[in-house]
């Protein structure tokens, strides 16, 4: 097994999706796609998220994905599996696997649907440190899960040596900037929505772990390299490039938008998993529309080096 890497500061990460065939992980398919990501230049690839229908996995394919992915990275980038639910055991028992599996980290939602709480989410994390040395980045989505980490919480999760970051899907950039210093220095923060992740990085973020890159990942991580090395007027070009692409596929990324582009970019099947169905036709002809930029010249050749 090769030895796990944790992600480096000012990187674009992909949340992969998670590509089927006849119901079936789609085992060719997903080792392509992390192929091209790394040779595109990604700074590590998230498996098994809610961009990667990870709830609509069975045990058994989750760690399919995970040790697939792992194996295909080779230790050229880190992998990151998101193994949170809103039962601690279930947790800790996917943590731990994907800690024998060899991932760098556990991208870990706040508990959702059941709002545990301040004081819960608090013990869940403190449960989940205690019984895994896998480091752990608390994905904050509260739009998903209506749960909301304070000020306060997050200062009693500085406290907790395992959280080793925080995926702030907020698009709440005065929020972010109004964290204390060394709330900002005890966690690395990455942007988990798309469509504020250069302002994010500009007010100081680490980086992205980006839905949108699975499509065109060159171009997230051009914006990302530009920002951190100062160099604004481009960062914010390429924004104004991606940002019709971004609108259309969703702030965080809905898994049948990404795949429909995708299918456009990379010839891969659409399937998904129900509850999620296909995107409307009148959202794929956006998606279509969005993507025209980046296929017009050369048309495939052109998309497969984005």
């Known amino acids: 097994m090769e030895t796990a890497r944790m992600p480096r500061p000012g990187g ?7 590509p089927f065939r006849h119901g079936c992980l789609d085992r060719p398919a997903l080792r392509a796609l992390a192929e091209w990501q790394i040779l595109s230049g990604v700074d590590g690839l998230t498996v098994c998220s809610t961009t990667g229908e990870g709830p609509t996995l069975s045990q058994q394919e989750r760690a399919e994905a995970i040790d697939l992915v792992i ?29 024998v599996l060899g991932a760098a980290a556990a991208l870990v939602t706040v508990p959702y649907y059941s709002k545990p709480g301040q004081q819960g989410i608090v013990h869940h994390f403190e449960q989940l440190s205690a019984a895994s040395g896998l480091p752990v980045i608390i994905d904050h989505a509260p739009a998903q899960t209506a749960s909301d980490l304070s ?3 997050l200062g009693r999760l500085a406290t907790i040596p395992g959280i080793f970051g925080i995926r702030d899907a907020t698009g709440d950039i005065a929020r972010f900037v109004g964290l ?14 798309d469509p504020s992740a250069l302002a994010f990085t500009i007010a100081g973020g680490d980086g992205m772990i980006s839905s949108g890159a699975n499509v065109v990942p060159r171009l997230f991580i051009s914006m ?28 965080e990324g809905d898994p049948a938008r990404i795949k429909h582009a995708l299918r456009l970019v990379r010839g891969l099947k659409a399937e998904l998993r129900l509850p999620l169905v296909a995107a409307e036709p ?3 002809l956006a998606i279509g529309e969005a993507l025209a930029p980046f296929l017009d010249e050369s048309s495939t050749r052109m998309a497969l080096s984005l």
């Open 151 to 153: 000020t306060e919480t």
């Open 180 to 193: 204390s210093a060394i709330l900002r220095q005890r966690f690395r923060f990455f942007s988990g929505h």
């Open 71 to 99: 194996r295909s990275a080779a230790g050229r980038v880190p992998v990151i599996a998101a193994t949170g639910t809103n039962s601690t055991d279930s947790t800790i028992a996917l943590t731990r696997e994907a800690e």
């Open 12 to 18: 674009a990460i992909t949340t992969l999706i998670t």
């Open 282 to 284: 009148e959202v794929c």
């Open 224 to 251: 990302q390299q530009a920002a951190r090395a100062g160099n604004l007027s481009a960062a914010r070009s390429l924004q104004d490039r991606l940002m019709p692409l971004i609108s259309v596929l969703g702030p």
